[in-house]
């Protein structure tokens, strides 16, 4: 459940798997839930309705959340940004935005976004720092960032490796590295929490017992009974209001943060 962008991680993600997410994002609770969180929270960061503020997604994947960033700002000028460009002739069809092909290790825009995005994205890039520190250069004094990551070391397991990513984040390791590139935190929560307990159970088993390969059960993440994904989208969708009226969760599958341009 990634969608890279950088030239760190080209050989550890194939183009191929596009389509497959794709279809996948329509229907699994992860990508529906993650995605009506991110508008939730951009619809409060940029709540002027006769503003049309500029937004990037650095990362961009197949454009699902940049839709609904869309949905959520009608008035805004988005920017899909990624990589692949199969990514992006996905992306393309799912909203209006300008698709820009490039790496992330050099973005070829000048200052002036209201919003950054970058949705499971960093976890990829061996710099975040650095990474970081290109996206505030691209934003105006004053915007913002909106990052999401995989949460807590105690969840890595060899389905991280194989997704290329180089880490995964806690609170306060997110925090400092945004402080190092030059942003001001303004605010942070993990989530996904009801489904920590069970991603740990299953990572743990899975990966002593089973003679499943990393890509089976990466495949396997996806693949769900329709009440199960139902129920879980019900109960993700509970904690998304949560989060949304303000409050924080202590513990999660993944972390979601806010930083501000100075």
Not at 96 to 104: E, I, R
Not at 203 to 221: H, K, L, Q, Y
Not at 234 to 247: H, K, M, P, V
């Amino acid at each position: 459940m990634n969608d890279p962008s950088s030239r760190g991680t080209q050989a550890a993600y194939d183009p191929s798997w596009f389509s497959g997410l794709a279809a996948a994002e329509e229907r699994h609770f992860w990508f529906i839930a993650r995605s009506e969180l991110i508008a939730g929270l951009v619809g409060q960061l940029l709540p002027d309705p006769d503003h049309a503020p500029w937004v990037v997604e650095v990362g961009c994947g197949t454009g699902k959340v940049l839709s609904a960033v869309g949905s959520a700002l009608p008035k805004s000028k988005l920017v899909a940004f990624d990589y692949f460009s199969e990514g992006l002739e996905i992306a393309r069809t799912r909203s209006t935005a300008y698709a820009v092909q490039g790496d992330a290790n050099a973005l070829p825009f000048l200052p002036g976004f209201d919003l950054a995005g970058m949705f499971d994205v960093l976890e990829h890039i061996p710099e975040d720092v650095e990474a970081l520190a290109r996206v505030r250069e691209i934003l105006r004094p004053g915007g913002w960032l909106l990052v999401t990551v995989p949460a807590l070391r105690s969840l890595w397991s060899d389905i991280d490796v194989h997704s290329g990513h180089q880490r995964r984040y806690t609170r306060q390791d997110l925090d400092a590295k945004l402080n190092q590139a030059g942003f001001v935190p303004h605010r942070s929560s993990y989530f996904m929490a009801s489904l920590f307990v069970p991603t740990f159970l299953l990572r743990r088993i899975s990966s002593r017992a089973s003679r499943r390969t990393p890509s089976d059960r990466s495949v396997d993440e996806l693949t769900l009974r329709p009440t199960a994904n139902r129920v879980a989208l019900a109960l993700l969708r509970l904690e998304n209001r949560r989060l949304l009226r303000g409050r924080s969760m202590p513990i999660g599958t993944s972390l979601v943060t806010i930083a501000r341009a100075p």
